[in-house]
C-alpha cells in the first residue's frame, strides 16, 4: 500500500476491534482499483468515543468512520441527520463528515444481511425470525427483515427493557408482529440469527441451543472469525442449514462504497461479489 500525503482516511472504531475483516475488504479493493484511500482499525474504549470521533472528524483528510460493537448505538447521539433504518432502528455503522460540516449516520448491517438472503434465493416476506442480540448488528438485521415484509419478530436481549424497546420501535414503524423473547428459545421460527458477541471468546457459552431450532430453519451466525463457530458446528451436525456473516459484509460493502462517494467502485464490486467472497472464505 503506497501511503502519501493525500490518502484519504478512514477508521473502523470498536471494542474489542480484532475480530473486524472490513480493513481486510475495503484495503484489498483500494489497493486493486487505485484508490489513495486506507481503512484503519482502531481500539477506543466507550468511554472515549464520543472525544474520539468527534476529534477526529475534525481532520480534514478524515472522511468517515465505520462503526463496530459497542459503538453502534452510541454513536447516533453525535449525529446531525441518520437515515431511515438507523432512525429506527437507533443504531448506525457508517459516519461521513458532509461538505457543510455536519455529520451524517447510515446503517448497512441489515441491509447487507437481507440482500444476502434474497440473492440467495430465500423468502423473507411472510416469515417469521427469531434475533438473539439487540445491539447495533441485531436491531439493523431487524428492522432490515421488517422492512422486507417479515410477518413475525421475535427479539431477545439479556439486558432489560432493550429487546422491549426495539420491538415496540419496529412494530409501530413497519406494521408487524414484533415481540421481546422471555428467553433465547428459538423455536417455531424460519430464520434464526445469533448478533450477540458469543462466539468470538474461548469457552463462550452458545447464543441458544441448537437442538430447539426448527428442522427446517435456515441459521446465520453473524460472526466472521473463528470459522466455523461453535454455533454453526452445533447446528450443522443436526443437518441445518447454517452460514456465517460474511455475506452481510459482502453484499453492504457497495452500500459503504455509496455512502463515502465511491460510487463507480461500488457499481462495480456489486456487479461481480465473487472477488470479496474468495477474500473472506475461510482458508
Known amino acids: 500500500m503506497n501511503l502519501s500525503g ?69 454513536i447516533v447521539g453525535l449525529l446531525d441527520r441518520v437515515d431511515r433504518l438507523g432512525r429506527v432502528s437507533g443504531a448506525v455503522n457508517a459516519v461521513r463528515r458532509n461538505a457543510d460540516a455536519s455529520l451524517e449516520g447510515a446503517l448497512f448491517d441489515g441491509i447487507g444481511f437481507t440482500r444476502g438472503l434474497l440473492d440467495s434465493g430465500a423468502t423473507i416476506r411472510g416469515r417469521s425470525a427469531f434475533v438473539a442480540g439487540a445491539g447495533g448488528a441485531g436491531v439493523a438485521i431487524s428492522a432490515s427483515l421488517a422492512e422486507q415484509g417479515l410477518a413475525r419478530l421475535s ?80 447446528c450443522r451436525a443436526r443437518g441445518l442449514d447454517a452460514q456465517p456473516g460474511f455475506e452481510m459484509l459482502v453484499q453492504q460493502t457497495p452500500e459503504y462504497l455509496s455512502f463515502f462517494g465511491y460510487g463507480e467502485l461500488a457499481r462495480t464490486v456489486r456487479a461481480d461479489p465473487s472477488e470479496l467472497r474468495a477474500l473472506l472464505a475461510p482458508r
Open 155 to 234: 427479539l431477545f436481549d439479556p439486558v432489560p427493557g432493550r429487546a422491549e424497546a426495539v420491538a415496540a420501535r419496529l412494530g409501530a414503524e413497519f406494521g408487524i408482529e414484533a415481540r421481546a423473547a422471555a428467553s433465547a428459545d428459538p423455536a417455531g421460527h424460519d430464520l434464526v440469527v445469533n448478533a450477540t458477541p458469543l462466539g468470538l471468546s474461548a469457552g463462550d457459552a452458545l447464543a441458544f441451543d441448537p437442538a430447539r431450532i426448527d428442522s427446517g430453519a435456515a441459521v446465520f451466525d453473524i460472526l466472521m472469525k473463528n470459522q466455523p463457530t461453535p454455533l454453526l458446528r452445533a
Open 6 to 74: 493525500s490518502t484519504r482516511v478512514f477508521f473502523i472504531l470498536g471494542d474489542p476491534v480484532a475480530q473486524v475483516r472490513a480493513p481486510e475488504v475495503f484495503n484489498h479493493l483500494f489497493r486493486r482499483h487505485g484508490v489513495d484511500a486506507v481503512l484503519v482499525p482502531a481500539l477506543v474504549a466507550a468511554a472515549d468515543l464520543a472525544a474520539f470521533a468527534l476529534g477526529a472528524l475534525e481532520a480534514r483528510n478524515i472522511d468517515g468512520l465505520l462503526l463496530t460493537v459497542p459503538h453502534k448505538t452510541a
